[in-house]
């Protein structure tokens, strides 16, 4: 099956690889599609050229991918919270999820997902938002609720 297929019909993709094996994913199989980049950097993983430079230069990592996926409409999520509090099971307070974009309706229609697994969605003012839930920062991978990471976002 070609990759144009698989994307075929869908809400949105989740990219979820790790960020040094991004040449190996086609920007073109996601044209007009949502991708939810729950990617994120570690300090010690050799990246892409093209990652590498644009991080250095000040952008954000979803701010990379978003140029890198010219003709996605790209949304930071999911990426702050383990994949092992996917299964947990939730107490009283609900977990916030940050949903980062520039692009409001595919950021609303993220945060429907991320309700539907049962996380309180804050949804960030810019993709370049997103780079306070990457690693390092205060609520990577820290249980928060929705009240503090929006207090943390803005």
């Known amino acids: 099956m070609d990759a144009e297929r698989i994307a075929d019909g869908v809400d949105f993709v989740i990219l979820a690889v790790p960020q040094e094996d991004l ?3 086609e920007p073109d199989w996601v044209s007009d599609q949502i991708l939810v980049d729950a990617t994120n950097r570690w300090d010690n993983e050799p990246l892409p050229d093209w990652f590498a430079d644009g991080l250095e230069s000040g952008l954000s ?3 990379v991918v978003a140029n890198h996926f010219p003709a996605a409409r790209i949304v930071k999520a999911l990426n702050h919270i383990s994949h092992w509090a996917m299964d947990a ?20 229609q993220v945060a429907e997902f991320v309700k539907d697994l049962r996380f309180d969605p804050v949804i960030a003012p810019t993709l370049a938002s997103g780079k306070h839930t990457e690693p390092g920062t ?3 991978n820290v249980p928060a609720t929705s009240e503090q990471l929006a207090r943390h976002i803005e």
């Open 23 to 25: 040449d190996d994913v």
């Open 61 to 63: 990592s979803s701010e």
């Open 89 to 108: 099971p939730r107490g009283d307070d609900a977990r916030g999820a940050v949903v980062a974009s520039n692009d409001k309706a595919a950021a609303d």
């Open 138 to 140: 205060t609520y990577f």
